[in-house]
């Protein structure tokens, strides 16, 4: 009986030494997990804090206009009252107005956009440059107000560039960035800071027709 007693004994020793163990080895786990944790955490923070960019993602893109440093000059309010039209200023919305454009280069990258330069088209008023109405035959544009330059582009010829193809368009307003939503403006909202606002004829030599024509990427420079 003191055997058996004794093996019961030992039993007992060895299941409670086994879970003295085991709960051990579960601490030792459970610590180890909790500090890759907190190694993880504070990696992520060290990126954080020596990129903060990684985390603006894309909110941060549209809050820097095409990578160059043009940020906006303030906002304008939309009218109290609507226009319809689908792309007039709505009610109470903010717009931004911009006084600057991305620098020129010899390959400056820009939006060409289409506009009406005849009369009761897109542009409102006759065109800045000359007070003329110009019909959608003939390749003029409208440049953004830094491009534009106070006027110093008008009547000078630019050189856009897409698809292959380039073409020689005349510079005869201005796309007016910090000012719109009123009837000057076709009740339109200012003008992006990188916009070349094209006639018919310019999209079609270079090509551009169809679900194409809209907000289309290209490259320009003084001719």
Not at 152 to 168: D, F, T
Request: proline letters at 6%.
């Amino acid at each position: 009986m003191e055997n058996v007693a004794h093996s019961l004994q030992i039993g007992r020793d060895l299941r409670i030494n086994a879970h003295s163990s085991l709960t051990s080895y579960n601490n030792t786990i459970i610590k180890m997990s909790s500090t890759a944790s907190l190694l993880v955490l504070a990696l992520a923070g060290l990126l954080l804090v020596t990129f903060p960019g990684l985390c603006a993602g894309t909110a941060a893109a549209h809050h820097r206009p095409n990578g160059n440093q043009c940020h906006p000059s303030g906002s304008l309010e939309g009218p109290s009252t609507g226009h319809i039209c689908g792309e007039c200023c709505k009610p109470g919305h903010l717009y931004p107005k911009y006084q600057c454009s991305p620098p020129v280069t010899k390959n400056t990258r820009a939006v060409m956009t289409l506009n009406n330069f005849e009369e009761g088209g897109d542009g409102g008023d006759p065109s800045e440059c000359d007070g003329k109405y110009h019909y959608n035959t003939e390749r003029v544009v409208a440049l953004s107000t830094g491009w534009y330059n106070h006027g110093k582009r008008c009547g000078k010829n630019i050189r856009i560039s897409a698809k292959g193809r380039s073409v020689l368009a005349n510079v005869v307003d201005e796309c007016d960035s910090l000012h719109g939503c009123d009837k000057p403006h076709a009740f339109q909202p200012p003008c992006e800071p990188n916009i070349v606002d094209a006639s018919q004829a310019v999209w079609d030599a270079l090509d551009i027709t169809g679900d194409e024509v809209g907000d289309y990427p290209i490259t320009w420079t003084d001719a």
